[in-house]
């Protein structure tokens, strides 16, 4: 899948751990930075063959009442 820095995805860690987190490319590194709260300071880097992008979501539907 394509992904754009900036982008909250679903992303799988060395096979084992999932997490929901916006995504980063730093050279041969990823940073997954937390998605609901910027500015936290709870960043994941790790090589990218570390990581699988599982999904990324592009935009969310919400019903018209």
């Known amino acids: 899948q394509f992904v754009r820095d900036g982008d909250p995805v679903v992303a799988l860690l060395?096979?084992?751990?999932?997490?929901?987190t916006k995504y980063f490319r730093?050279?041969?590194?990823?940073?997954l930075h937390e998605a609901g709260a910027p500015g936290s300071?709870?960043?994941?880097?790790?090589?990218?063959?570390?990581?699988?992008i599982k999904g990324v979501q592009r935009g969310l539907l919400r019903p018209v009442i």
């Open 26 to 31: 730093s050279g041969a590194h990823i940073e």
């Open 14 to 20: 060395n096979n084992t751990v999932t997490v929901l």
């Open 41 to 52: 300071g709870n960043v994941i880097r790790l090589v990218a063959d570390h990581v699988t």
